[in-house]
């Protein structure tokens, strides 16, 4: 019997013959990766490559139908492409192409491997991925080589899918504003949290306080030595000294214990009050009393087994006694250094994070509302609870897109392929419509016409001329906050900064410490007209730079600017409002980046930050394609946001 009998009777011979003989790359080989694999391979697709940079985690393994326990710690790409390949359906046609599943083990926004060459070689492209960055590089990539892109995306029980075609006048990624990461200064976390998740991370920082083999990495540290005394860190030197002592005895530990949780929730909570912390608190802490700290620490109460359950401050106290003892009694190269959500033997989310959500007697900085083990963890994990059935939906829903969009292909050139024909924005919704609908679906929108992406909008810029440098200019604003790759910077017909294949990168060096209106060309003063072009991801566009010294209003941070208005985010109820209105940002603003709650701590009050810790840029090769003449554009001045 013929397994794709069925397929061919609801498709016909002449889509399944073009289904077997097309070329698909699907960018993730995570959740929604691992439905798509296992669809494709099922409906008849003989030739997929994959590219992930991920491994097997054991969280993966209760969703991600691939992958096995013997899998974690291998390539997601890599184990997928193996079952994914196992499960195509044999056929006796000669004439089909071998049966390919190729695996990427590497970064998609690698362009020495993943240009716009390489894309071009497929008939479609599906994204499975979960951030940001990674789905904008895609996006580029697909608009520049005129690829079909099928995106999809899931939280929780929320799914979307739709399809991307630069041919077909329809939005890409970019033409709606992404969310943000949520950003909590260490001051908020150390002293004045207001919501779960910041005790959560004062636990993750607590556990590296302890455990971390660098006690200065954790940003609960405080110089012993320094002008004020610190009130806790004399019992987490006798602590940590204790841990690995073979000759250290239970009741000694219990006493560590037991001074360090006095240090911290009786001693430094006061101090915070007599300092007039909390006068402006909703709610203000009261210290833990003696007899809860000496019954917790010598006699924990009650059964700890459930992860759903609320515990008491006893039973937070005896867990904290049951993380310490095992940390004493494991070898100190087998003890984790740092918090992770799913090692299951150490317990340390549970011992080490889970208590401070629970532990003062009344609402305080570390007690702020019951919660559960398990609704912690997914606070301390970034975890968006993610849900198998979801992402087979998802999946589903884009399998069909890659059907009606194969069915053009089989009669139109690549170039006459209208998505809006045959595609549709696809949701799915946890709370049914009022037609009862859980799955509903509208016309693709046609592009923002304020998108520099794929509509080359003029971009306005506003900063200080006289003090950024080009090298944070293109570090922080060109790449970081607009995406570019690899950047050409033309002033007036010139080259001043050229990155790619075939550069030379070293005569344009000197330009990097120069702020910009000292650069050659005449720098770039007030009313400069500045191009930037990035051959990786055929992309060119044009910023008109205002010089701006005075920055009025809130003390703003080092090296503010201002991105002018970008495509607005999307309002349902009046589609026809105007753009949002710019917004001034800084140096060390967060740039989009995963789609989960991912927490960043910036080192400063808010409305008064620092400099914080910024994650690490990312390096590229010189591959790809050759970088290609500067291009000229007669672009209309049209003002976007960039967030």
Request: glycine share 6%; aromatic share 6%; with cysteine.
């Amino acid at each position: 019997m013929n397994p794709l009998a069925g397929i061919e009777a609801t498709l016909g011979s002449d889509l399944l013959k073009k289904i077997q003989n097309s070329k698909i790359l699907l960018v993730g080989g995570g959740g929604i990766g691992c439905e798509l694999l296992k669809n494709l391979s099922l409906t008849g697709f003989r030739h997929v490559e994959v590219i992930d940079l991920d491994t097997i985690d054991i969280s993966n393994l209760n969703r991600q139908l691939l992958f096995r326990s013997q899998h974690v710690g291998m390539p997601k790409c890599t184990v997928g492409c193996e079952v994914a390949k196992s499960m195509v359906p044999e056929s006796s046609d000669k004439t089909l192409p071998e049966i390919v599943y190729k695996a990427h083990h590497g970064n998609v926004c690698d362009a020495s491997k993943f240009h716009v060459g390489f894309i071009k070689q497929f008939n479609l492209v599906l994204n499975a991925l979960d951030n940001v960055e990674a789905r904008r590089r895609v996006n580029r990539l697909c608009l520049a080589a005129n690829i079909p892109l099928v995106e999809a995306g899931t939280t929780g029980y929320l799914g979307q899918v739709t399809v991307i075609h630069k041919p077909s006048q329809v939005a890409c990624y970019e033409c709606k504003t992404q969310e943000t990461q949520k950003v909590y200064p260490i001051c908020t976390i150390r002293s004045t949290p207001s919501m779960p998740v910041h005790t959560i991370v004062w636990g993750k920082e607590l556990y590296k306080l302890l455990f971390n083999g660098k006690v200065e990495e954790s940003m609960l540290y405080e110089d012993v030595n320094g002008e004020e005394p610190s009130t806790y860190m004399d019992s987490v030197t006798q602590l940590r000294k204790m841990l690995w002592k073979t000759d250290t005895n239970m009741e000694t530990l219990q006493e560590s214990v037991a001074d360090l949780m006095r240090a911290l929730y009786v001693t430094e909570i006061q101090k915070q009050l007599d300092m007039g912390r909390y006068k402006a608190a909703k709610k203000s802490p009261t210290p833990l009393n003696d007899e809860t700290l000496k019954t917790g620490v010598t006699r924990g109460i009650g059964d700890c087994s459930s992860t759903t359950s609320i515990w008491t401050n006893e039973q937070c106290l005896a867990q904290i006694v049951d993380c310490v003892t095992l940390a004493a009694n494991t070898p100190r190269t087998e003890v984790l250094e740092s918090f992770d959500k799913d090692d299951g033997a150490y317990h340390c989310l549970k011992h080490m994070c889970r208590f401070l959500v629970l532990l003062c007697s009344s609402p305080g900085p570390h007690r702020l509302g019951n919660a559960s083990l398990y609704s912690a963890k997914g606070i301390a994990g970034n975890i968006i609870p993610a849900i198998a059935t979801t992402n087979a939906i998802c999946a589903g829903l884009q399998v069909l897109q890659c059907f009606s969009i194969l069915r053009q292909q089989l009669t139109k050139a690549p170039e006459e392929v209208d998505v809006k024909e045959a595609c549709y924005y696809s949701n799915c919704i946890r709370n049914k419509t009022r037609n009862g609908l859980y799955l509903t679906a509208s016309s693709l929108e046609p592009p923002n016409p304020n998108c520099f992406v794929c509509k080359n909008a003029n971009i306005p810029l506003t900063l200080n001329t006289n003090e950024w440098t080009l090298e944070n200019f293109l570090k922080l604003i060109v790449k970081k906050k607009l995406g570019f790759e690899q950047p050409t910077v033309i002033l007036a017909g010139d080259f001043i900064w050229e990155e790619g294949d075939g550069a030379d990168m070293e005569e344009f060096q000197p330009n990097l410490q120069k702020v910009l209106s000292k650069l050659p060309c005449g720098g770039i003063q007030n009313g400069t007209v500045v191009e930037i072009d990035d051959a990786s991801q055929n992309l060119t566009i044009q910023m008109s730079v205002t010089h701006q010294e005075v920055w009025e209003g809130e003390e703003v941070e080092d090296n503010p600017f201002l991105v002018g208005a970008v495509p607005p985010k999307e309002n349902k109820q009046d589609s026809s409002a105007p753009p949002a209105a710019a917004v001034v940002t800084s140096a060390v603003s967060t740039s989009v980046d995963a789609d989960d709650d991912i927490v960043l701590i910036i080192d400063g009050d808010e409305g008064n930050g620092k400099k914080g810790k910024r994650p690490a840029e990312r390096t590229n090769g010189d591959g790809g394609p050759s970088k290609k003449a500067k291009i000229s554009s007669n672009t209309a001045n049209e003002i976007i946001e960039i967030e």
